[in-house]
């Protein structure tokens, strides 16, 4: 395979192209958040994304059900941004109940 191909240069790991199917809804949300996020392009965003989940295998698919499940409620109105300050108290008061 030439470098045109993969991708692959002379300043780091070859790269290859892989093809992936979401549905346009999401595509549109993936687009939006890396846009959002400052991240350079759509790849860039989902390699991000990709290792986050390899270094984190603790972080189950259940809590980025949470996670996205909260995106959609905040984007639509439906819920709040929490401060620091209540995520931290309300921390405690999970601890303080163990």
Known sequence: MS????GSSNNGPEMVQINLRL???FLEDID???EEQGFNSRSEFLRYAARDAIKH???SREGWK??????HDLRSGE????SRDEVLE????????E
């Open 90 to 97: 309300m921390m405690d008061r999970d601890t303080d109940s």
């Open 32 to 34: 939006a958040t890396w």
């Open 79 to 82: 819920s709040d941004l929490v």
């Open 23 to 25: 549905s346009k809804a």
């Open 57 to 59: 295998p603790e972080f």
């Open 66 to 71: 949470q996670i996205a499940a909260s995106e």
């Open 3 to 6: 470098d045109a191909d993969t």
